[in-house]
């Protein structure tokens, strides 16, 4: 018998109704043999609900206790779901993160889960029982109730497949798979059947927010097989699993882009060692995320240097640079708040030149200036005028066969 | 430093600035020198939100995921009251049933508590900690989570006092204490300084409903001197002690009443052995619960049997009697269901003769006739005509001298 982990998220149990139809497709699953194991979240809007209690009591809540009230949200949905599996005459039972027991460090609000006792779970699955597990959560050594920050179901569903060696880890949500690219950026947007996880990555840490890339790690590291699919709709989704060699792939798989960032130059920054810390630590150390950085090539005794960070961080970025140029003695700062990145990824990448020039020849034919450059193996970045997002986009859609049909 | 458990019920932790009076109320303990345990309630509606989903899902909720969904109740309650603890400058630490750990039997919705392991409890208290405990759960010795029915988290605050032999344990409510009968029914009816526990017994089943009756019972069995005072006004409250000798008590302490009563007479039974096992068997095995049960001396071959039922059971116990009347071959079922039972309780009684007498006389001075009488050893129950409910509590108030200041 295959063993499936099924995880599904706040807004697929937001109500009693659709915790019944999500208590349906269980059932349905079940009924043709297979052990289940479901992973779920809070009810949608509950999480915001007690977060909101605990606001009005401290300031910063305590971050134990915060742990303690949010870890509720799940369990309430648990025995929910249960109940639910019952009334369908489909034998249950639902367990806590500390009642599995889920070992996490003891990292409150954003705790990494270190060990997974799946003695319960199994001898459930034998007793022919379909078993509900809060996601997000867990419990340190001490038995302190933690949790894994946001997103954080999504990590449970992964380790319990992997600690369950699964065959398969569905991660129901509100879109029916992964696409090429935002289908309301372009409508020809095709669900792809298949991605690999380092495309997953890149893909989510981009923007196209499916699945949380901690789940996605935890997944490429065990070897889960990840299928992302809708609660609502019939199909088969997007499988996330690792490059088959035999497969011949397309060189690539999606568009991801980023709306929320914008850049900053530093320019005429003497090119001496250790310029790049002094000018990025005083921004770190304001605890601003810094994303691509590019340093230019000096020609005089000086450099220009360029990062982006989100868009939010934008001013409190330019008056630390400010700062950070006079004392370094640079020319100025510069910066322009109303970019976006673009990404094109895959794997195909790797094994075929010459995709880089292709991205920069259709951009430029549709005459978008590219601002700056970053490439990894299986990605390349550009970041060029918002205005252009959609231009750009559906312009690389079609040079790179995304398109068609797989 | 003396240890005292504080609970407080749902009605005082019903909203966010009624938390942060309580947490008030308990730094200012904390200030003193004292070491506070707290037992708290579901906030007031929770219970039966959480409820309302659960029906909305299954007629009968299953009763291991019941546990499960209620007791998020407490959970919720504990952390918040933690957080406000930590608000004020005051170390606190909170704990579910489960983790504190309550182990109890395995009989879901009205679980027993079987034993307390208190490590926990004494290491944090040590540490000059607040602890804060959820009520009304615990879980079973496979760690599955229990609720130990209506009114538990009373039960949890006695065992726990008992467990760390605490010097007091304190059940704040909505009332300031036990009075010698209902105040809006006499309105010259006096707080009590101090009740014994088995009249607090004889006054909380008769309908006095300030606590529930295992967390007497139990306080009674383990000693712990349990406090009964206003969560919102300041106040000693009423003291629930053993008899002390030495005190010269009052021969009643109080007057209780319920309202929820109704009678119902077989006549005509055939005097013979069994007939009482036949006449109330059939009552029980429809889960009908019986009080007040008397059998009238047979002078000839048959006899009276009558008893008391809730209101809400009258017709159905009527429809049962009627089936049973036929089967003995009895002469007819009456029944009355405007009656009430009135109590007036005390140790004193014990060493006093003729309270009884007393009691049959005050009500004859007023015209109000008897109807049933069922006595014990701290207490007289009669039943009435619902009519006098007022007169008669009013005229046993003045008759034994609980209008007087003590």
Redesign the interface.
Known sequence: MAVFVYKFGGTSVGT?ER??VVAEKIKKARDQGDHIVVVVSAMSGETNR?TG??E???FH??S???D??L??GE??T???L???L??LGCSA??Y?G??VKILTDNTHTKARIREIDDLKIKQDLEKGRVVVVAGFQGVDEY???TTLGRGGSDTTAVALAAALKADECHIYTDVDGVYTTDPRVEPKARKLDKITFEEMLEMASLGSKVLQIRAVEFAGKYNVALRVLSSFKEGKGTLITYEESEMERALISGIAFNRDEAKLTIAGVPDLPGVASKILCPVADENIEIDMIIQNIADDATTDFTFTVHRNDYQKTKNILETVCSELNAKHVTGDDSIVKISIVGVGMRSHAGIASTMFKVLADEGINIRMISTSEIKISVVVDEKYLELAVRALHKAFGLDKEE
Chains 1, 2 share one sequence.
């Open positions: 009693v915790i019944k007690l209690l605990a009005e009591i401290q809540p305590n134990r206790e915060m303690v009230l870890s509720t369990q309430v648990m025995a929910l249960s109940m639910a019952h009334e039972c639902s806590t500390g009642q038995g302190n109730i």
